[in-house]
């Protein structure tokens, strides 16, 4: 009973930023998947030893205001089609923000690349108990290996500096495609690095008080030749 409250209250934590209201289905899997990060948690580092619940609360609201801030890039272009990916989240770790949004949007296709056994086989596990289809799990570093396919959104969550970051986005996104990330709000010192000239900034928007700012890139379309 214990348990089931100490989730319950991370679950009302993560979500108190996101705006209208969650299918009890969704909430449902949520609730899920807070539990198994916690109880994993004692056994292989997850979300840290030191406040468990609030960080794992605050992976779950980062990864929402991702998924929102997402929806609402796409929803502000004239004549765009709606966000449906693909999508493929970059050194997902234990499901940040990818798993996340997978469970809140069952109908987005997402890979979710992870080169860490033990968080890899973690969310198989996951995956399978909260049967979740159109979920992709591939066991690479996207930095030394090759990534099939191009995708609408590629996203990222501590998987590395925007210099790195930048021209791996590159090569996997569609052209107008976007690469959304999390950062500190002092994150403009990392372009310094950055040589991925196909790569152009759109949008900042900072959430909480301590928590950053979501960063947006997008790939340029190639140029039409005029006849």
């Known amino acids: 009973m214990e348990r089931e409250e100490t989730v319950r209250k991370v679950l009302d934590s993560a979500l108190s930023g996101w705006p209208g209201e969650l299918s009890p289905e969704v909430r449902g899997k949520l609730h899920l998947f807070i539990g198994e990060q916690l109880r994993w948690s004692k056994v292989i580092h997850i979300v840290g030893k030191n406040d468990a619940e609030k960080t794992l609360a605050d992976q ?3 990864s929402l205001a991702m998924l929102r801030f997402a929806r609402a890039l796409f929803a502000a272009e004239k ?4 966000f449906t990916g693909p999508v493929i989240d970059i050194g997902t770790g234990f499901g940040f923000p990818g798993f996340v949004w997978k469970i809140v949007d069952d109908d987005l296709p997402v890979t979710l690349v992870e080169r860490k056994e033990k968080a890899a086989t973690f969310l198989e596990r996951l995956a399978f108990s909260l049967k979740l289809a159109g979920l992709t799990i591939v066991r690479r ?3 030394k290996e090759e990534i099939p396919g191009l995708f609408r959104v590629v996203t990222s969550k501590a998987a590395g500096r925007l210099g790195k970051m930048l021209p791996l986005a590159a090569k996997l996104l ?3 495609g ?3 990330t999390v950062k500190e709000r002092d994150w403009r010192w990392e372009l310094e690095e950055e040589k991925a000239t196909e790569m152009n900034f759109l949008k900042e928007e900072v959430i909480g008080e301590s928590r950053g700012a979501l960063v947006a890139f997008g790939r340029r379309s ?3 030749s005029r006849g």
């Open 141 to 143: 570093d996207a930095e």
């Open 79 to 82: 004549g765009a089609p709606a």
């Open 178 to 180: 976007l690469y959304i």
């Open 222 to 224: 190639p140029c039409r």
């Open 60 to 62: 779950i609201s980062d």
């Open 174 to 176: 569609e052209p107008g």
